[in-house]
């Protein structure tokens, strides 16, 4: 069985930082994409950050130049830097990665941004 952990959610001030990370276990062969989401109360979850094996990145243009998505393949981890945070950026955030055409997604660490 494939589980996702995530860790490093909280409370922090408008304009702060926070790091997140999120690793892989169980009875897999390899990772394909990784990626980060995220879900405000009342909204759609929605795309925060995604990155291959290879390292290729894609981010929302909401957090472009704040947030910073990098990954470990030797550890299967994932890991989501997010700078001068915004008050917007409340939200519970979701891992997920693919692993042999299926979809696998952690339980979600809560962010919350004060002003």
């Known amino acids: 069985q494939v589980q996702l952990v995530e860790s490093g959610g909280g409370f922090v001030q408008a304009g702060g930082s926070l790091s997140l990370s999120c690793a892989a276990s169980?009875?897999?062969?390899?990772?394909?994409?990784m990626g980060w989401y995220r879900q405000a109360p009342g909204k759609r979850r929605e795309l925060v950050a995604t990155?291959?094996?290879?390292?290729?990145?894609n981010y929302a243009d909401s957090v472009k130049g704040r947030f910073t998505i990098s990954r470990d393949n030797v550890k299967n981890t994932v890991y989501l830097q997010m700078n001068s945070l915004k008050p917007e950026d409340t939200a519970v955030y979701y891992c997920?990665?693919?692993?042999?055409?299926?979809?696998?997604w952690g339980q979600g660490t809560q962010v919350t941004v004060f002003s």
């Open positions: 997920n990665g693919d692993m042999a055409s299926q979809t696998y």
């Open positions: 169980g009875k897999f062969f390899v990772i394909t994409t």
């Open positions: 990155i291959t094996r290879g390292a290729r990145t």
